[in-house]
């Protein structure tokens, strides 16, 4: 059953995509919804549940947190190294505008869809241990997996793209984040991961996943549309996980 839901989740991460791809034309609507999204992935999904699964305090701090801002701090020092040592690369080669790199760094989107896969491998594991567990627990899991996914493949494209990635490496990304729920499924009927590294997993994605979203997409959706209807965007994009976490039961 769980790897039957999980074919589910694989549909609806490639319709997240599919949506992605097809509106490129609205840029700044993309961006500003993806900024959105992965907002509320992360205030609404990932940081309650880490807190919950790796709650145990090192110095006063519960280690979810501190594996969150170490999550924020890792993306934000990789991205920098990234940045700047294309941006020699460009002062060697000659490709600079006034005296500035114009090119962002396709390595940054590849890392950061490479965690979306990683992301949703977790929740193929999550779902295949919830039917383990039977009830309605296997219910519950499915819904969250299902409809977030959407989230997931719109945002794995989309930060593929972002970066200036190549479309085909932006679509294989998404293939992989489609895939992943599948794999995970079927690697819970093989092993099962202690809650306490599960949580700091998902405390130090979380904060990576704010970096990006903050630092990256968001001032890139309002940089040259600082419209309404991309602000508007946004909030939709943190209201609709947030009614995706409403109905799954949180």
């Keep these: 059953m769980a790897v039957l839901v999980a074919l589910g989740a694989f549909l609806m991460t490639l319709f997240g995509g599919w949506v992605a791809q097809r509106v490129t034309d609205r840029r700044h609507l993309v961006l500003g919804l993806a900024g959105g999204l992965m907002l509320g992935v992360v205030g609404l999904d990932l940081l309650p549940e880490a807190l919950e699964a790796a709650g145990e305090e090192v110095f006063g701090v519960p280690q979810a947190l501190l594996l969150f801002v170490g999550g924020f701090l890792f993306a934000h020092v990789v991205e920098r190294l990234l940045a700047t040592r294309r941006a020699a690369h ?36 999550a779902l295949g241990a919830a039917f383990q567990v039977g009830g309605g627990m296997g219910a519950t899991v499915a819904l969250a997996v299902v409809t ?45 991961l202690p809650e ?55």
């Excluded at 760094?105 to 977790?122: D, E, I, K, N």
């Design 90 to 125: 460009g002062a060697e080669t000659g490709q600079q505008s006034g005296g500035k790199t114009t090119e962002r760094t396709p390595q940054v989107g590849l890392v950061a869809a490479a965690a979306m896969v990683l992301h949703s491998l977790m929740d193929g594991i």
């Design 196 to 250: 306490e590294l599960l949580g700091s997993y998902l405390g130090f994605f979380g904060g990576a996943l704010l970096y990006l979203a903050a630092a990256e997409i968001l001032p890139e959706a309002h940089h040259t549309h600082p419209a309404r209807t991309t602000l508007l965007c946004t909030v939709a994009g943190v209201g609709f996980i947030w009614l995706v976490v409403g109905l799954s039961g949180g």
């Design 148 to 192: 977030h996914d959407f989230a997931d493949g719109f945002n794995t494209y989309t930060l593929t793209r972002v970066y200036g990635n190549e479309r085909r490496k932006a679509l294989a990304m998404l293939l992989a984040d489609a895939i992943a729920p599948i794999a995970g499924a079927g690697l819970a009927t093989l092993l099962t």
